[in-house]
């Protein structure tokens, strides 16, 4: 088991260790927890009976490493949806607010289910549903420090508990714009490997003046500190 790791974030209250949330709590799951993100986190709910989010008809399907043009809307959702093999595979998304040099520029820029919203509130994280998770983006609201976000799913405890993306099965994100309820684009991963144990699934990136999406689809066999490590999180 991944030993603790001491990172601390500062909030109105208290110091935090982002690492030791990310691997201990989770937001409840709630009819309406899309809503309300700024819940409370409490303990890992049960899944037994999860619901699969819906997405809507209609949008362009995107193969690995093709890039699509967000034209129409500066509000998405952006709706991740999985099926497991095995039960004990818990997965959730995450997004990583980065710089100019490709990391975060402190880490409070780092948007899961144990810190909600960044800094500018651009970007929300707003629930798991066991066989999906959604995040809430509005374009408009990016710091202008930020020049690319990396959309992640990772799987709990996949290290300690020998687990890794070959159970995980119709692993895709929806880019829906949230404004009007049009499906923009949805980029589905059918090759997911057993030596990978984190996937970066897609990028949103600057593109002159408009924002652009590159379907990325690329795994790393690392635990969590190293996932983050890449993203400029450090940890020690």
């Known amino acids: ?49 999860p619901a699969v989010p819906v997405v809507p008809p209609g949008g362009t399907i995107l193969r690995r490493g093709e890039k699509f043009a967000i034209a129409e809307a500066d509000h998405l959702r952006l709706i991740f949806r999985w099926n497991v093999c095995d039960s004990r595979c818990d997965l959730d998304a995450s997004a990583f607010l980065l710089g100019q040099q490709g990391k975060v520029i402190e880490e409070s820029w780092f948007v899961f289910y144990g810190q909600t919203s960044s800094p500018d509130h651009s970007t929300i994280y707003s629930g798991n549903t066991g066989s999906g998770a959604e995040l809430q983006i509005h374009l408009t609201r990016v710091s202008p420090q930020i020049q690319k976000i990396a ?32 499906s923009l684009a949805t980029f589905a991963l059918d090759d997911c490997s057993s030596a990978v144990t984190a996937m970066v699934v897609g990028e949103l990136y600057r593109y002159k003046d408009t924002w652009k999406f590159n379907a990325v689809g690329s795994g790393v066999a690392r635990d969590l500190a190293g996932f983050c490590a890449m993203y400029g999180i450090e940890t020690g």
């Open 1 to 49: 088991m991944m030993p603790e790791i001491p990172m601390k974030i500062q909030s109105a209250s208290t110091s935090m260790n982002i690492l030791d949330q990310y691997q201990k709590i989770q937001l409840p799951v709630q009819k309406d927890s899309f809503m309300h993100p700024t819940a409370a986190p409490v303990s890992p709910p049960s899944r037994q009976n």
């Open 151 to 182: 959309l992640a799913v990772t799987i709990y405890e996949a290290l300690a508990q020998k687990l890794h993306f070959g159970m995980v099965q119709n692993l895709s994100v929806s880019l829906v714009n949230a404004n009007t309820g049009k």
